[in-house]
């Protein structure tokens, strides 16, 4: 099993900045991929980012493309988001997860970390 906590979750002004944190533990060399999504009251969630192992594959959703940037530290078992030049739009409970090689869906979660954004 894999074990994810998210952190660095707060409130920020419209155009600041965040950085997230997903911290895994367990047996996590069994994770191939990792991702971040989000789900904003009254939504569904959504996918923001994810990465490959190796970091170099990564794919971004076109509401974030270029302004938020997905990274990963093998050694520690950590995955981060950096949000740049955030906007009231990207307000939203944020959840780290992963998947193991072979894997469609991502089955492992995190318990989410608040982001609002004020304008």
């Known amino acids: 099993q894999v074990q994810l906590v998210e952190s660095g979750g707060g409130l920020v002004q419209a155009g600041g900045s965040l950085r997230l944190s997903c911290a895994a533990s367990?047996?996590?060399?069994?994770?191939?991929?990792m991702a971040w999504f989000r789900q904003a009251p009254g939504k569904d969630r959504e996918f923001v980012a994810s990465v490959n192992r190796g970091g170099n594959s990564v794919s971004y959703s076109d509401s974030v493309k270029g302004r938020f940037t997905i990274s990963r530290d093998n050694t520690e078992d950590t995955l981060y988001l950096q949000m740049n030049i955030l906007k009231p739009e990207d307000t939203a409970v944020y959840y780290c997860?992963?998947?193991?090689?072979?894997?469609?869906?991502?089955?492992?979660w995190g318990q989410g970390t608040q982001v609002t954004v004020s304008s």
């Open positions: 367990g047996r996590t060399f069994i994770i191939a991929r």
């Open positions: 997860a992963a998947r193991t090689s072979g894997a469609f869906n991502y089955q492992y």
